[in-house]
């Protein structure tokens, strides 16, 4: 890994509200995230503890309003994206950063055809507008596709998204996320809408993809073993923050948060031996958190001062932090 | 677990789904969504149907609990023909329930959780106290009584599929087809609803039909395990003996594709066989064995003719041909 000093993407101290009939939701709570060139990292929690909120606020793609950003930082190359103005930003989406969304059936244009969504992206993130005839737009939609692993590239620019298979438009998708060449690729959930063998082929694509162009990538999922084949370093994120960070073989290997333990463990085996029984209780409501750390209404290893404080991440190892006073006490 | 609860023999469901265009006398064009499956369940087990979306495992969830008509075959359970009066008889709808894969949908919006509950006990059991009853039934899954008057839009999903649960337990079943009950679920909250599952299924002696697309799951619950592809069975097992020794390219295949979370159980996967290709439309179901356009050991008889079961070892069937040379 080539880790420079300063990191491509950094995230510092955000909230993300959201302003909805009968109060507040206070979502992201004080997120801190960064990731250096060449990382892969995954991003894993249950359903609702803000991931994709936050992939979006990168992307400044959040509703507003609702949604509302009071405070915090999120800097691409040293610039905060928060404060971008409309040209500044368009330099940043596509080109800089490019997501690959959850649904390929939702993310994809119905009644478009797959060289007309292509070449417009393609159009928009062309660094030399004159020097680009439209044929050669075209050409280069038919490229992206081939590296996809997509055959007759020809016919399915011409076909409309329901004329494809869910692992075929898993791969437009990829396709179209890389045909602007990201430094950073964010990627929600892209195997959970599919059968396992299709998953599997999704993922190896993507991992060679990736490796070939030195991509950044962000994984987002709470499939815990497509992680642990596809990154290198891993946040899990619980009710709005950061819980854990680690290397990925270590957060296996030895998880410290309580919430990290309850996730590995409650994932169905292989080799058998039955189902632990989970995390008890459910993420919390938004319009009124848990004060202090906001996982200690589920917490087994609960203390008092859980309730009142809320816990930053702290450093055991190397490359290894946690946000939890079980391991801060000895301080 | 001795008898068999539940026997399907050569089961068939083609869907009709348009006809030939003209000039020549007009054919139907036919899905064949269930192509001549056979499998018998024992009471009191739980046996898994595992397979890709469009392998046909829901369709046979739904024929055997009376939602589809099958095109050709026979299900008898407990010794009864379930289609042979045109009607089922109550008893038998009682003793045989379903949960649905999303519960989002398969709960009336209209409706709070004690009507939802009160309508199996309404049709199946007539002039008793239902409020009791469903007290009881919440009470079984562990949801508290006051979860009565919400309704599904303020339940969980989690929430949501265990009153499916206790909706599909309402009847007193003896049978309860679970198409996967936990797919749309969470990983902390599957592990939940899972083991709720095991224990009412010891509570009450429940046998579990187990679809699923999800093998280490599978590992986990079942005592069997069938493989199905296209509308057929391609391999059934004891659920060890499946793990250790899977022998059909198909199952070492989706064997191969589980995202694993531990080096122990990536030492359980044939690596040998990696995933590619699709699976076929089945209005067009390949020819002969119909996993040959994606088999990594494809010969040529398996363009030509379909292969039949080998019985390999105790309770442990093939369907491919690269086992029926040997005998």
């Known amino acids: ?331 | 677990m001795s008898d068999p609860i539940l026997t399907v023999q050569n089961l068939k469901k083609h869907f009709i789904i348009g006809y030939t265009e003209p000039p020549w006398k007009r054919q139907p064009i036919t899905v064949k969504a269930v192509d001549g499956v056979s499998f018998e369940m024992l009471s009191g087990e739980t046996l898994g149907l595992v397979g890709e979306s469009g392998s046909g495992k829901s369709t046979v969830a739904y024929i055997i609990v009376g939602m589809y008509k099958p095109t050709d075959g026979k299900i008898s359970f407990m010794g009864k023909d379930l289609y042979q009066e045109s009607k089922r008889p109550r008893e038998l709808q009682k003793a045989i329930q379903i949960v649905f894969q999303d519960p989002g949908s398969s709960l009336n919006p209209r409706q709070n959780i004690k009507q939802i509950l009160e309508m199996p006990l309404r049709v199946h059991q007539k002039g008793k106290s239902y409020l009791e009853m469903v007290i009881h039934l919440l009470e079984i899954v562990g949801l508290p009584p006051e979860a009565m008057y919400k309704y599904p839009k303020m339940l969980s999903g989690g929430e949501k599929q265990i009153v499916g649960i206790a909706r599909a337990l309402a009847t007193n079943p003896s049978l309860v087809i679970l198409d996967e009950p936990t797919s749309a679920l969470d990983v902390s909250v599957q592990a939940k609803t899972i083991n709720l599952l095991l224990q009412l299924q010891k509570e009450f002696n429940l046998s579990y039909l187990f679809i699923t697309h999800d093998l280490s799951l599978m590992r986990n619950v079942a005592n069997r395990v069938e493989i199905m592809y296209l509308g057929k069975i391609c391999e059934v097992a004891d659920t060890i003996d499946f793990f250790q020794k899977p022998l059909h390219p198909y199952t070492q295949m989706l064997l191969s594709s589980i995202p694993v979370i531990s080096e122990e159980e990536e030492s359980l996967r044939p690596q040998k066989v990696i995933s590619r290709g699709e699976i076929p439309s089945p209005v067009n179901i390949p020819k002969g064995c119909s996993f040959n356009s994606r088999c990594p050991f494809v010969m040529p008889i398996c363009k030509e003719i379909d292969p039949t079961f080998t019985k390999m070892e105790k309770g442990h069937s093939v369907r491919c041909h690269l086992y029926n040379k040997q005998i």
């Open chain 1, 1 to 331: 890994m080539n880790q420079s000093s300063i990191p491509i993407l950094e995230i510092k101290n955000l909230h993300v509200n959201f302003k909805v009939y009968g109060g507040l939701l206070r979502v992201l709570d004080g997120l801190d995230f960064h990731m250096y060139a060449g990382e892969k990292i995954g991003l894993v929690g249950e359903t609702g503890c803000g991931k994709t909120t936050t992939m979006k606020a990168i992307l400044r793609v959040l509703p507003m309003p609702p949604a509302e950003i009071p405070t915090g930082e999120i800097s691409y190359k040293g610039h905060d994206i928060l404060k971008m103005k409309n040209d500044e930003l368009k330099m940043v989406r596509g080109r800089g950063i490019s997501m690959i969304f959850q649904e390929p059936t939702a993310a994809l244009n119905p009644v478009f055809t797959i060289g007309e969504q292509m070449e417009a992206i393609i159009q928009n993130n062309i660094r030399d507008r004159r020097s680009t005839s439209s044929i050669n737009i075209k050409e280069l939609a038919g490229l992206s596709l081939k590296d996809v692993a997509l055959a007759d590239t020809d016919r399915l620019l011409k076909s409309y998204p329901i004329q494809l298979s869910g692992g075929m438009r898993q791969r437009v998708c990829i396709a179209m996320a890389l045909s602007t060449n990201p430094e950073i690729l964010i990627a929600d959930e892209p195997g959970t809408s599919l059968d396992v063998t299709i998953q599997d082929q999704i993922l190896r694509l993507l991992r060679d993809l990736v490796e070939k162009r030195n991509m950044s990538v962000i994984l987002i999922t709470h499939t815990l073993g497509v992680v642990r084949e596809l990154t290198n370093r891993v946040y899990v994120m619980y009710a709005g923050s950061i819980v854990e960070t680690a290397a990925t073989k270590k957060i296996f290997q030895k998880p410290l948060h309580p919430y990290t333990k309850g996730l590995i463990a409650t994932v169905p085996r292989l080799s058998g031996g039955g189902i632990a029984n989970g995390i008890p209780g459910r993420i919390p409501d938004y319009k009124n958190p848990p004060s202090g750390c906001r996982f200690h209404t589920r917490c087994p290893y609960v203390m008092e001062i859980c309730k009142h404080e809320k816990p930053s991440l702290y450093q055991i190892e190397e490359q290894h932090s946690v946000a939890c006073f079980l391991y801060t006490a000895g301080e």
